[in-house]
């Protein structure tokens, strides 16, 4: 079930030449090359503390309107905090206890409130090592908080896999996912092997609508949004303003999947 995407992302103490690699996939000309060698994408660096998705996500949010209290990196986890269930305490309480990797900061955490502890630590007070990274619950409750999608450019995976989306899911019992329009607010991320997160720009905005990527980009993770502007080329845009029931479907399963402990 969905719960698979609920998995931390874990750690990796990469050797120096595993890092120099990381370093050169994250450049921009790798991360455009990834991207159909758009001139238009551009890369944000963020600093490496295990805050780096959630400072990701509240860089993009200051862009137009300026910082504001309710999507710093703090509030951000606090949001994360109070969605855990006892569900998925008990899912990460089996996972450390069968040494998956990347469990290892739940030693001592014995309750729901001691995981909610946790989870709100930032990486920039305690270290990289002492908080827990962003994972595949953490984005989706923030997408779901604060209406946004966020397409994510994954190096730990390969072909069409390496494109991760996660969407806003509708009000109330279904979870599906909602209809995407061009007004969607959309932040692009890039995921290195060793799962460090900066934010990609296009034409040198954060914080995107969804519009505002051409086909060749919304394509790449498996959406067909008319574009604000129609591509040179006259390429049709697609006619229909978000993907199909069935597209939607595959997708949720395809971003489980990948934000699956490997």
Known sequence: GRLAAAMPRKAVQPTPRQGSLDRLMSSKSAVRA????????????????????????????????????????AAMREVVASH???EIFQMYTLLHAQRAEGFDWMQGVDSLEALRKRIRLRGQQVGAGKCVWADGFAMET????????????????SGAQKFTRISPSSAGPSQDEVPLGREQGTI?????????????????????????????????????VPPWHRSPTGASPGASAGAGAGDRKSTRLNSSHQLHLV
């Open 188 to 224: 692009l991320l890039h995921a290195s092997q060793r799962e460090h997160m900066n934010l990609i720009r296009y034409a040198g905005k954060k914080l995107v609508s969804l519009g505002d990527l051409p086909t060749h980009l919304q394509k790449l993770w498996g959406i067909a």
């Open 142 to 157: 923030l997408a779901n908080h604060y209406r946004l999608l966020f397409l994510v450019v994954d190096e730990r995976f």
């Open 34 to 73: 990834r991207l159909g060698n758009d001139e238009k994408v551009d890369v944000d660096y963020i600093e490496a503390c295990g805050d780096c998705f959630y400072m990701a996500v509240e860089n993009a949010l200051s862009e137009s309107e300026g910082w504001q209290p309710w999507y710093a990196v």
């Open 84 to 86: 855990l269930t006892e």
